[in-house]
């Protein structure tokens, strides 16, 4: 079975830093591109950030500078590492496995969200 499990969230407060981490597992994780999405109380799933097999990425600008995704190969993991946090982050953070080895913004599994809470 394919699996994808986000871990790491928690409180933060302004300005803080928090690792998000990815655990897979039931696919060749080395061959496949991943993203990063979130979705806000109240609001749709925004993507934010995706790393290529390769370890190519992108960010959105709402992320970019700030955050950086990465991915461990040997561990099957994906992490997403965040930093100048703001209360606009405060969100459920998905990871989601694409269907190629470069990002299209096609997915065939997501995980199971963590809550990040940036708040004073």
């Known amino acids: 079975d394919v699996q994808l499990q986000a871990s790491g969230g928690g409180l933060v407060r302004p300005g803080g830093s928090l690792t998000l981490s990815c655990a897979t597992s039931?696919?060749?994780?080395?061959?496949?591109?991943f993203s990063w999405a979130r979705q806000a109380p109240g609001k749709g799933r925004e993507w934010i950030s995706a790393?290529?097999?390769?370890?190519?990425?992108d960010y959105a600008d709402s992320v970019k500078g700030r955050f950086t995704i990465s991915r461990d190969d040997a561990k099957n993991t994906l992490y997403l590492q965040m930093d100048n946090l703001k209360p606009e982050d405060t969100a459920v953070y998905y990871c989601?496995?694409?269907?190629?080895?470069?990002?299209?913004?096609?997915?065939?599994?997501w995980g199971k969200g963590t809550l990040v809470t940036v708040s004073s």
């Open positions: 989601g496995k694409e269907l190629g080895d470069y990002h299209t913004d096609e997915y065939d599994y």
């Open positions: 039931g696919f060749t994780f080395s061959s496949y591109a």
């Open positions: 790393i290529n097999h390769g370890g190519g990425k």
